[in-house]
C-alpha cells in the first residue's frame, strides 16, 4: 500500500513537472533534473545580471544568452582585429567564446575552498598517492616507476612537501596578482599595489628599476617550469625581502641542488591545482587560481585585457610570443561579472572603480547551489560542509604552525568545515574532494 502511494505520488509529480514544463516553455534538457522554480529564477538572474556586467565593464565585449540559462557567448565587436595567431596552425584567434556560468560558479567556488599547495598528508591520504600521482610530480618521475623506492620519492619532493598545508582559506585579505603586460608601463599602479595585504607576482618580473608601476612589495611568486630552473636567479628579484615561491610544474633535480646549494633560503612549494581543461593553462590564471584559494577579495593588474593591444609584450622585455590575448580577455571579464577578481588595468584605472552589475552575493549563492544540482555535484545544494568529500580520511591532531592570528573571514571558514582541509581532486572536478577531518 505504501509502495502503491509512493508510486502514485512520483508519477504525479513528475506529470506536474512535464505540465510545468510545457506550460514555462522551460527547455526539456532540464526536466530531469528536478530543480525548483527558485532555482531555476537564480540561474536565470544570474545569466541576466552577468549580461549587464559584462556590457557595463566589458569595453565593448557583449555576452550573448542562449536559450540555455548556463550558456552564454562572450562576443567581440565585429571590428575587433584579432592579431594573434595559432603558432602551430596559423589560425587567427576567434572573435567569439562560449563559457558555462554555471560550471564557472561551481568550480570557482570549490577553489575558493581548497588547499592549493601540494602536502605529505595529501599524498599520504590519496589511495595509490606514491604510486598514481607523487612520481609525477618529479622530474624524470618515469625513472622512479611508480615510486618503487619510497624513500627515494620522499626524498626528491623533501625540500618542497609540507607535512601539512602551510595556508588555509581566505587566510589573508586583500591580495592583488600582477601579470607581466607591458599594459603596465602604461600607467603608474605602484603606490595602489604596494597598499595590498598579499602581492603575488608571476614568473621572473622584476621589481627594482620598475616599482613606480609594479610597486615594491611582493609575498609570493608563481613559477612555471621555465622560471623554476632558474630558481637561484628568480630568488635574486626581490632584494629587500623574502618572497614565497610556488611552481606549478614538476619539482626538478636542478631546482633541488639550487634550492640545498644556492642557497635559496625561501619558501618553496609545488601547486596543487584544480583542473579546469583548456581554458586556464596560463601562469596567469594559475596564480588567480592560488590567490582566490588564500585571499578574501583579488584583484588584477598587468594582464592585456583592453581593446586595442597591438602585440603580446612584457613590461620588462621585447615583445615575447604570448598566448590567447582575447580568449582571456574573454575569461577574465567573466570571473570579474561572477563576483571572483576585479580588474585594473590602463582603461579602467580609477581605484575607486566600481564594477557594475556584478550579481549579488546572495544570488550567486543561490545559482552555485542551482548549478551544482545540475551538474549534479558531489553534495550538491547540501548544508552539510563535508557532502562534497569523496574521499574522506581522519588525519591525527594537528595544530597550523605558522599561522598566528586567522582573520575573522578564515576563522569562519575553519568553523563552518569544522576544521577540515579540503583538496581538489585532479581530473574530476565536481565529483568530489579529498578531505582531511581532524581526529577529535
Ligand atoms: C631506496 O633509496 C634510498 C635513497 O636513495 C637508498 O639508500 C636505498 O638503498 C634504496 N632502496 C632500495 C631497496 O633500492
Ligand atoms: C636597474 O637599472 C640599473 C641601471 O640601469 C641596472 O644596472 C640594473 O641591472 C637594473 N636592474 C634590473 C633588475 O633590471
Ligand atoms: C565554502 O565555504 C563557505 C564558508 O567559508 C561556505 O559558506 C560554503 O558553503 C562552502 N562551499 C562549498 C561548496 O562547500
Known sequence: MRLLQLALIVALASGFAAIFIYITGVSNLYDSYRLSDEEFGALQALQSSFQKCVSANGLGLQAVASKDY?????????????????????????LSYDVNLCEAVATWEQVRNSTTILTKEFIDALPRGWEDYAWKRIN?????????????????LSL?????????????GKCA???NSGDLLKTKFGKEID??????????????????????????????RGSAKALDKVAELYESGKETLIIKTTIHDIMNKMIREAPITNPVYLMLGASFGSSAKGTGLKALEFALSICESVDMYGFTVDPGYKEWTRYFSESRQGHTP????????????????????????????????????SLIS???????????????GSEEPLASCSIVKKQVKRKYTGISSLGKAALEHQKHVKGTTMYPLERSLGHGQLCLVPAR
Not at 582585429?81 to 584567434?93: A, C, H, M, R, V
Not at 543561490?366 to 550538491?380: D, V
Open 70 to 94: 548556463c550558456q552564454v557567448t562572450m562576443q567581440f565587436p565585429p571590428d575587433t582585429i584579432p592579431k594573434w595567431s595559432d603558432p602551430k596552425t596559423g589560425e587567427l584567434e576567434g
Open 140 to 156: 624524470k618521475g618515469i625513472q622512479l616507476n611508480h615510486c618503487e623506492n619510497k624513500t627515494l620519492c620522499m626524498e626528491k
Open 160 to 172: 618542497v612537501l609540507p607535512e601539512t598545508p602551510p595556508y588555509v582559506p581566505k587566510q589573508f
Open 177 to 179: 596578482v600582477i601579470g
Open 195 to 224: 597598499t595590498y595585504d598579499v602581492v603575488i607576482r608571476e614568473n621572473g618580473a622584476p621589481i627594482e628599476n620598475y616599482t613606480e608601476y609594479v610597486g615594491q612589495k611582493s609575498t609570493f611568486r608563481l613559477l612555471n
Open 326 to 361: 582575447l580568449h582571456g580577455r574573454a575569461y577574465y571579464q567573466m570571473m570579474e561579472c561572477l563576483g571572483l577578481i576585479k580588474i585594473h588595468s590602463p582603461m579602467r584605472a580609477g581605484p575607486k572603480r566600481v564594477v557594475k552589475w556584478v550579481p549579488s552575493h
Open 366 to 380: 543561490a545559482a552555485r547551489i542551482a548549478s551544482e544540482k545540475l551538474l549534479r555535484w558531489l553534495g550538491a
